[in-house]
């Protein structure tokens, strides 16, 4: 019994192939990670530029009825 306990057990050679399969999918998933990471990054910029731009473009606009309401206001 006390032997086929132990033909059970993990050998060294099984325990390195298993870390280097382990290695191998942490590797992956670092790859996958950096990929996320990434597009992660250029969809904040997209948003960065487009609240950027509606910004600039929601000022032109209240300057431009700011100048309508002062007009306005001095006609008699």
Do not use: C, W
């Amino acid at each position: 019994m006390v032997a086929r306990g132990f033909e059970k057990t993990a050998t060294k050679d099984n325990l390195k192939v298993l870390e280097a399969k382990l290695g191998n999918h942490i590797d992956g998933l670092d790859k996958r990670l950096g990929r996320v990471e990434y597009q992660v990054d250029e969809a904040h910029d997209i948003l960065k530029r487009f609240e950027e731009n509606d910004i600039l473009n929601l000022q032109k606009r209240v300057q431009i009825l700011e100048k309508a309401v002062r007009s306005l206001a001095k006609q008699p």
